[in-house]
């Protein structure tokens, strides 16, 4: 059957376009769903896209936690459910506390729009199983607000449990340095790209697989994260799967 | 006779001065007021519409010499932005717009109102802003005003773009002297719409609503300086506040939501954003173009502060506002569109069939003008062309040019001069600036900035759109004529070089004080070559911007005539890149070098005044090089395909070399006949040239492709290695060295590492940022 992906638009959400996109490259079925609404029409599993939720004037995804729609997802996301925010979705989650970290602005203080790669950490979960084999991914981050933050004994914890799944990384694959180093973009503590929660449903990235779905865009290499995520999606909505992962 | 002279006393200036309206401005008024004085609210409106931002009165009769009809052009000058068909039931609609002088007194909101501005004249429309282009001039990058407006304008341009979702995927960065006291930002906006949803901004159907949505109104950006200036003398008067709008790029995002939901469901009659001149020109507008009035109940505009005075409230140029034309039954869907995407809303007049802009406030009418008078019949001027007495005139298009001689090449060693060229402020890597700009979002970017032409896919189809902008001030300070006929030069040569083919012009003249015989002569030139080009090259001009007063104390700038080309390509995989491919592959140059340095960045390196003139254009020449390359293209000749224009061939040649393989670099080694000076050959600047690669099988088709468009054409070289390699051959080269008594060989020799370390890193080093 083909999954439903509930795509939330907040006012302010622009990357909601590149996921609809992506949902429909790999043969899904997106659904938006608005920032008022207080339930999820029954959707398999849930994006919160990349933009700047209510304008972010504040701090990135600050206000977006509030909304009812997030209360409905919190639900959902205790229930199991799968939930992938990129970028600003990402933001929103950490606020909302669905993930763990925080992401503050960029070392160098400046917006950054680029390619970068990523290597997935771990291929056994319901966001990387279908990429195949460890390799770097090359596809754009464009942020303000994307070092990933925690103290050391959180990120000790976040390792040694098996809650980081992307780091950024050079061409070769060797995982960045955490400053002065081009190829982690925002600083970002152990270069950590993309987190996931303790029992491993919900996840964040900042890099935007869903904006590298298309060889004439540059790159497809975010196919194997949109597809894992459908995969898990759809075999959740068919076989009742469980989809959590243990730790390592 | 009176011999007595009047007494001296404190006279103060009539308030129509003080307005920026001149004596027989306001005899005009007059007149089209049937002969009454107009009230200092009238006064205020018509200050405000007859100024030359809005209703181009010096160069109005200038732009009517300008070819706008083409294939495909749907809407054309006069509307909010130039429309054309691109087939499928699809249109693109692209739009330019200068904010220099915000940008000069506070660039980070002067830079993002400018942004905002321009995505407005395109959703007007109806079509959805697929991408954004700027062009940034700016003086001195050392100095510390410089460093100041370029870190604010970029910003600016970011922090607006990246916020409603529109990517940034090209434009220019320059630097140069001439716009140190003014700079210049030049935004463009390009939107994609199904032809079905053309709204146009008219205000038909008398007994219609005119209905305000978006910010509410403030004193923000309150008309003209002298408004302002006029309003009162005192220190803590809140009207003293600059007039520089500020922008809410979150509300932006709302707008562009909700106009394009009322669009899609059939709820407007007319669609006009609020721009300068605010609810006067928007309302004044769109009468005129229906043939209507409206009556404005100034009660009704919600306002962001108490006590504003009626002409604040209908000259306010607050950002972020909306007005629809909508039938009256259609009130209760239109409002509750805007309350879903969280707009204040407001029906602030009626659509009468008087032909009036009338304000009412209460029973009381405060302003009664006909809409006309503030729009299409405002008043325009002849104003006085004069050139300066140092430079000639504009010579005839192809008139043969005199070899003159060029900069001193004495101890010129080549590879020393295409390192500085490459890491020069104005030829290095724009990498530390675009990378502030989101370049993908909405996943259509299939080349963003950096590498030439911006691509754009078109979802749903094969096809794409591809947009260049380009701007020669150098060659324009010579000679304007020839300034503007190499810009659409390069900017259509630029589309077509990836085999698109250029669909329409949009410009922005940024030129000086009309009033001064000289700038305008130099705008006049201007306007003339960009209607030779455009009509050369068969492409109309579908609107653009004119940008005057562009002048301070240290004098005018260069004058500069932004292009912006949109073209189309049918096929998005055979587009072709401006970068080597494959090791082997032959590179062919086509077209060839004539004498002139003048105005090359060349002679801007060497820092030495040159006598000669700029290289001229042969338009004919120019229209078979794009031929020919389309063509080539077309039939899957080619490689790669990249224009020889700032720094000449050597630098074109270093790019496509390194920006090959993904920015891992090809090298080439290249075998240079020299038929003017190593100079002119390696670094002259003359028009329609091109540096092709192609399949070794490919190259006798190609040749005699380039042969039947008439074409010079000769094999370069062959790429491969890490070295970009020149050697320069036959009489001019070797004998030339003898004779300089120079020991450096008649080759290049450059490491791709040291050209791309160059490129990578100059523009950081010249504006003292730190390299990321």
Known sequence: ?248 | MTMVEPAPRMVEEPLHRRLGVTDDELDAIRDRLGGRDPNDLELAMFSVMWSEHCSYKSSKPLLRTLPTAGQGVVAGPGENAGVISIGDGLAVAFKIESHNHPSAVEPYQGAATGVGGILRDIFTMGARPIAVLDALRFGDPASVRTRHLVDGVVHGVGGYGNCVGVPTVGGELVFDPTYEGNPLVNVMAIGLLEERLLTLAAAPGPGNLAVLFGSTTGRDGIGGASVLASATFTDDDPSKRPSVQIGDPFAEKLLIEASLELIERALVEGLQDLGAGGITCATSETADRAGTGIRIDLDAIPRREPGMEPFEVLISESQERMLAVIRPDRWEQVRAVCDRWGLPVAIIGTVTDDGDITVVEGDRELARIPAAALTSDAIVHARVATPPPHLRSAPAPGAPETPTGGLPERGMDPGAVLLALIGSANLASRRPVFEQYDSTVQANTVAGPGHGAAVLRIKGTTKALVATTDANQSVGALDPWLGAVLSVAEATRNVSITGARPLGVTNCLNYGDPTRPEAFWQLTEAVRGLGDACRALGVPVTGGNVSLYNESSAGAIAPTPEIRVVGRLDDVARLVGPAFVTEGDVIVLVGEATPGLAGSQYAALAGVAVEDRPPSIDLAREVAVQAFVRESAERGLLASAQDVSGGGLAVALAECAIWADDDHGLGARIRLPVANSPAVDLFGESPSRLVVSARPRHIPALVLLARQHGLPVEELGVVGGERLVIELAGAGATGAAEERGSRVADALEVPLAGLRHAWDTGLSRALGWEAS
Not at chain 1, 5 to 31: C, K, L, Q, T, Y
Not at chain 1, 132 to 142: D, E, I, N
Not at chain 1, 217 to 225: E, P, T, V, W
């Open chain 1, 1 to 248: 059957m083909t999954a439903r992906i509930g795509i939330v638009v907040f006012p302010g959400s622009n990357r909601d376009i590149d996921a609809v996109n992506a949902i429909e490259v790999v043969g899904a079925e997106p659904v938006a769903l608005w920032h008022e609404s207080a339930t999820l029409d029954g959707v398999d599993a849930i994006i919160l896209p990349g933009g700047f939720a209510y304008g972010d004037y504040l701090r990135a995804g600050v206000i977006a936690r509030f909304s009812p729609v997030m209360r409905a997802i919190s639900a959902f996301a205790a229930d199991g459910g799968l939930v992938l925010g990129i970028c600003n979705g990402f933001q929103v989650l950490t606020e909302a506390h669905l993930l763990p970290g925080a992401l503050l602005r960029n070392r160098g203080l400046r917006f950054v729009s680029r390619q970068i790669r990523l290597v997935p950490e771990r291929l056994d979960t319901p966001f990387t199983r279908a990429i195949g084999k460890r390799r770097p991914l090359r596809m754009p981050v464009a942020h303000g607000e994307g070092c990933f933050y925690a103290d050391a004994a959180t990120l000790d914890e976040l390792e040694r449990d098996g809650q980081v799944l992307f780091r950024y990384a050079h061409e070769d694959g060797a995982a960045a340095d955490e400053t002065g180093d081009p190829a982690n973009p925002n600083g970002s503590l152990r270069a950590i790209a993309g987190v996931m929660n303790a029992a491993g449903n919900v996840a964040g990235l900042m890099p935007h697989p869903e904006t590298a779905v298309e060889a004439i865009l540059g790159s497809d290499d975010g196919l194997g994260i949109i597809r894992s995520f459908v995969d898990s999606a759809a075999a959740r909505a068919t076989e009742g799967e469980p989809l959590a992962v243990g730790g390592r």
